[in-house]
């Protein structure tokens, strides 16, 4: 039965958050933590299944030309430092004060973006400064993984200058290759329960098909929209969720 649960809560994650940028992957590891998991193991187990939900988006995110070649080394590679630092602090990192520390950070971006409507919608020039904000935000996706992918998303958009179907593609390239590194150390931890991880890669891999292709047709005001609203959602979940 955990199993048969895993599979459609994997799909929801995924739905929801390849149309709003990743965040909904809380409502994953708060499952894992209610079958019991303690919460690194949870966490590493939802980072396996995090591999279902990047690899048909970017798919689905590159054939409708989203995604900027020339942009992509320099996001990759920010990323990959960031995201190894964090996977490598998940054994002994006080992911509780990490996970107030990403909500606040993602409160003073969606108040920022409430501010100004134009961001999401348009392609703008970027912040001189946007790699050390994104390393930041990439050490939290790989120490904490659930609900911090939506912090890179809004990073590139807000700082790099994206719009919002831009920001996704790229973000969740980025993490493509992230999430594989991160589970590639993961392996040899142990934290990995593969009798929950398949079923969450299963789910995700179906809804980020089509979660990611609702998103494409519906365009940058929908995501933009979605991504505000999953951001509150992450914010409270963060705040007052099981820890």
Do not use: C
Not at 95 to 112: E, F, N, Q, W, Y
Not at 206 to 234: C, D, E, P, T, Y
């Amino acid at each position: 039965m955990h199993e048969l649960i895993l599979v459609i809560v994997g799909f929801v994650v995924a739905f929801i958050g390849t149309m709003s940028g990743g965040g909904a992957g809380l409502l994953a590891l708060s499952t894992l933590l209610y079958f019991g998991l303690p919460i690194n193991q949870a966490i590493a187990t939802n980072k396996f299944g995090d591999l279902g939900f990047f690899l048909p988006a970017v798919r689905n995110f590159a054939k409708a030309k989203q995604i900027k070649k020339k942009a992509l080394p320099r996001i990759i590679i920010v990323n990959l430092m960031g995201v190894t630092i964090g996977t490598l602090l998940i054994a002994r990192l006080d992911i509780d004060i990490l996970r107030k520390l990403v909500a606040m950070i993602l409160a003073v971006i969606i108040i920022s973006s409430l501010r100004r409507k134009e961001y999401a919608l348009k392609e703008r020039p970027a912040k001189w400064y946007w790699p050390a904000i994104y390393f930041g935000t990439s050490i939290s996706s790989g120490a904490v993984g659930a609900g911090t992918g939506i912090l890179g998303t809004l990073t590139l958009m807000y700082f790099r200058g994206f719009n919002a179907l831009q920001a996704m593609a790229h973000s969740f390239f980025a993490n493509t290759i992230g999430s594989a590194l991160s589970v590639s150390i993961l392996l040899f931890t142990g934290l990995i329960d593969y009798k929950y991880a398949l079923p969450l890669l299963v789910g995700n891999v179906i809804g980020s098909h089509f979660g990611s292709k609702i998103a494409i047709q519906k365009g940058n005001r929908f995501v933009r929209v979605m991504i505000i609203l999953v951001a509150i959602a992450v914010i409270l979940q963060l705040v007052f969720g099981q820890k």
